[in-house]
């Protein structure tokens, strides 16, 4: 029996997750849960799976979840640390790290360094924090299975290979719902139809992220500290049908793929099972039904922020931050209609446009550069709305 800690239970990752431990009991429980402000969903999560504690986002509302929870010995917490003490608790075997966005840094490097199998959701994290997360890592003993599904995809090509026999890695991308749609026409598309995903339904960061392509970018970026590759070994491919997560190009010209059916919870379920494999919970991939597998290279003319994200790559110290913290702002503007979808990938460039390097290997200046680029990028927006 595996005891699971899961950051971000409320999500499409976390609810997700739990769908997995409900269909197998015997194999899974639940340890801990970490939701932001969705408190009717965790309370209902709570009496489920009945984990020993809980965590929301603030304390006042923990006030209202301890009362909804009242003799069912659930310790309740708050804030960054509540989930930061729910991710390094001693009783669980693995932590799903599925908050959205840089709020799930301080949880993640809770549980990596207090030694845990981090099963990782959360790319902003690994995008800010890579080297500090790979360091902390190594000396506590930390391992990261990969719950993005490109990451989860070679992951498992490279489970037998050594690190000097693989050319190159490349993750592939759906091209979200404007792929096709003529350049001229992408600058006025509306927050409903950048979350209409073709082929993924996830939350609306990601979705959006994926819409721009950011998504593939800040993975890259990801890849880079999961899989100790350099920038040049990385690279991106079209794949509508995302039947294919992951190419993995060896030295001898072999090409490894990993193919699955499109929904998350199989590598969910990779990550919840490894080193072993679990019992299907979908049905096969059927490739005579599938079809035609195309592939096509990322323009950057159509996905600018993809070549900000390289820039970003290629740069490291606190360009991934900076980069990550603009986007996070422009993301959040362009869903409140305060700017339009073509204005996403400007405002992050006009944040970037101002940045100037610098190292980061501490919490602190991770967290000191976020903050000052989520500052000119809300000075940026602000020019931008006038
Ligand atoms: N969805 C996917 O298919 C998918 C695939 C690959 C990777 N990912 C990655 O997985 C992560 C989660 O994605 P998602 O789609 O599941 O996002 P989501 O549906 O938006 O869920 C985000 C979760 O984070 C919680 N949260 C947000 N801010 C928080 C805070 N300050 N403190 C504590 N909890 C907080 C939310 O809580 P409340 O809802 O209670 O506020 C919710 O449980 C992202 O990094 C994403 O890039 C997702």
Not at 294 to 322: C, D, I, N, T, Y
Request: glycine fraction near 8%; charged fraction near 25%; include cysteine.
């Amino acid at each position: 029996m595996k005891s699971i800690v899961l950051l971000g239970s409320t999500g499409s990752i976390g609810t997700n997750t739990l769908r997995i431990v409900e269909r197998f009991p015997r194999r899974f429980r639940v340890a801990g849960l970490a939701a932001g402000r969705n408190l009717s969903l965790l309370i209902r999560q709570a009496k489920t799976f009945r984990p020993r504690v809980v965590s929301v986002e603030r304390e006042a509302d923990a006030v209202k979840v301890r009362r909804a929870l009242a003799g069912l010995k659930i310790e309740v917490l708050a804030g960054s640390q509540g989930a930061e003490s729910v991710a390094a608790r001693d009783d669980s075997d693995i932590v799903v790290s599925a908050i959205t966005g840089v709020h799930g840094l301080r949880p993640t490097l809770a549980a990596v360094r207090a030694g845990k199998t981090v099963a990782l959701a959360n790319k902003e994290s690994m995008v800010v924090a890579g080297p500090l997360l790979r360091k902390e890592a190594a000396r506590s003993g930390a391992v990261f299975i990969p719950v993005d599904s490109e990451h989860s995809g070679v992951f498992q090509c490279l489970a037998k290979e050594s690190r000097d026999a693989v050319r190159k890695v490349i993750l592939t991308a759906s091209g979200g719902p404007f792929w096709r749609t003529p350049l001229a026409e992408l600058k006025n598309k509306t927050p409903e139809e950048a979350l209409r995903h073709p082929r993924w339904k996830m939350g609306r960061k990601v979705t959006i992220d994926s819409a721009t392509l950011m998504n593939k970018g800040l993975e890259l970026i990801e890849a880079r500290w999961l899989f100790g590759l350099d920038p040049d070994e990385l690279d991106v491919l079209i794949h509508p049908q995302s039947v294919v997560h992951a190419l993995v190009e060896m030295r001898d010209g072999s090409v490894l793929a990993q193919l699955s059916v499109t929904d998350m919870r199989i590598p969910i379920l990779y990550a919840l099972s490894y080193p072993e494999r679990g019992e299907a919970v979908l049905p096969s991939l059927d490739l005579a039904r599938v079809g035609p597998l195309e592939f096509h290279p990322a323009e950057e003319k159509r996905f600018p922020l993809l070549g900000l994200a390289r820039r970003a790559l290629a740069a490291g110290g606190s360009w991934p931050v900076a980069l990550n913290a603009a986007n996070e702002v422009a993301v959040r503007a362009f869903l409140e209609g305060r700017i339009r979808f073509g204005d996403i990938a400007g405002l992050v460039r006009r944040t970037l446009d101002g940045h100037s390097r610098t190292d980061c290997r501490a919490i602190g200046d991770i967290l000191e550069a976020d903050r000052e680029a989520r500052a000119r990028a809300f000075e940026k927006l602000k020019l931008m709305q006038r």
